[in-house]
């Protein structure tokens, strides 16, 4: 960006400038009159259209992070027709299941893991839960700049798109098998309440803590509590190590990255926002959704054409890599 002026329109069409700014308007008219719009995606499409026009090399920045702020969006748009609609939420299987085979025992019965844990908790563990679930999505998109401005852009394109799609993956098993988390059943019971808001749970004690709501103003903006399988949460940063293995990064790196991805898996039990079932089947998630990106995706010839044409417009691997 040395010598190069910010702001300037130079290299863009007068069709192509039109067309961004009329995709983002109808994008925040589509999201304020069918879903609801909320002061992140203003703030997003805001970021976009400043990466976009400020240079070159930001515009390929804003593209390339196209896979994330399509992730945002199809998650949000879930709130058009919810899962609950498609199956029955089960709340009850999946809780009976979880204190059959991972029961501990509590006085005179047992219980799931999650309600152990709201019983007996520690301010260091509250802490540590905290700070492990910050890194839920947040650390997965700063890997993912981290390799497109060390020059890495199709390691960058492939990890990106591969996170997309294990959330596509997950969203369908949303609408296959609609399920309550732990703390809905421990708080109302079996029955399905579809207008219950999202809510904070175990994470409620680290925003007690550290006296700022950080997760309650996440969760009030939870698109649908009824979809905690599989868990999402234990396949992102799980995603972000198999891509640190294969992008070839350093082994701290991929350690530091293992070690976030046990942590949050440990969370979402602590929490009581998930099951251990949901982990396992976030994890089994992840694995299948990355394993039929690389093996069948990147190997079909229209997806690979895509590819390739998508890592030339943002630039390829430089020599910076």
């Not at 593209?63 to 919810?82: C, G, H, K, Q």
């Not at 309440?193 to 309650?216: K, Y």
């Not at 868990?231 to 082994?251: D, E, G, K, N, P």
């Amino acid at each position: 960006m040395k010598g190069s002026k910010l702001f300037s329109l130079e290299g863009l069409s007068r069709r192509e400038i039109i067309l961004v700014l009329v995709c983002c308007l109808i994008f925040l008219l589509l999201q304020g009159i069918v879903v609801g719009l909320i002061p992140a995606q203003i703030v997003m499409v805001a970021l976009f259209l400043l990466l976009y026009f400020a240079h070159d090399y930001t515009r390929k920045m804003a593209v390339a992070l196209l896979p994330f702020i399509a992730f945002e969006i199809s998650y949000d748009w879930m709130r058009l027709y919810p899962n609950y609609l498609v199956n029955e939420v089960d709340t009850q299987a999946i809780y009976e299941t979880e204190r059959q085979l991972f029961g501990i025992s509590d006085g005179t019965r047992s219980i799931i893991p999650g309600e152990f844990f709201m019983n007996h908790n520690h301010a260091v563990a509250d802490f540590m839960a905290g700070i492990f679930y910050l890194c839920w999505v947040p650390l997965p998109i700063a890997f993912g700049l981290y390799l497109f401005i060390k020059g890495r852009r199709r390691d960058y394109l492939r990890f990106a798109l591969a996170f997309l799609f294990v959330n596509w993956v997950g969203f369908i098993g949303y609408y296959i098998h609609p399920t309550a988390p732990p703390w809905y059943v421990l708080q109302y019971g079996f029955t399905p309440d579809f207008s219950t808001p999202g809510n904070v749970a175990g994470l409620i004690r680290f925003d007690e803590m550290i006296g700022i709501p950080v997760f309650q103003s996440i969760y009030v903006n939870n698109s649908n509590i009824f979809a905690a399988v599989p868990s999402l949460h234990a396949a992102y940063m799980l995603i972000a190590t198999i891509y640190s293995v294969i992008s070839r990064r350093s082994w701290f790196c991929t350690t530091v990255f293992a070690f976030i991805t046990v942590g949050i898996w440990w969370t979402a039990v602590y929490s009581c926002h998930h099951y251990i079932i949901d982990v396992l089947l976030g994890i089994a998630t992840a694995c299948i959704g990355v394993a039929l990106f690389e093996k069948l995706l990147m190997r079909w010839s229209v997806f690979s054409r895509f590819f390739n044409a998508y890592s030339r417009y943002i630039g390829e691997n430089s020599v910076r890599g």
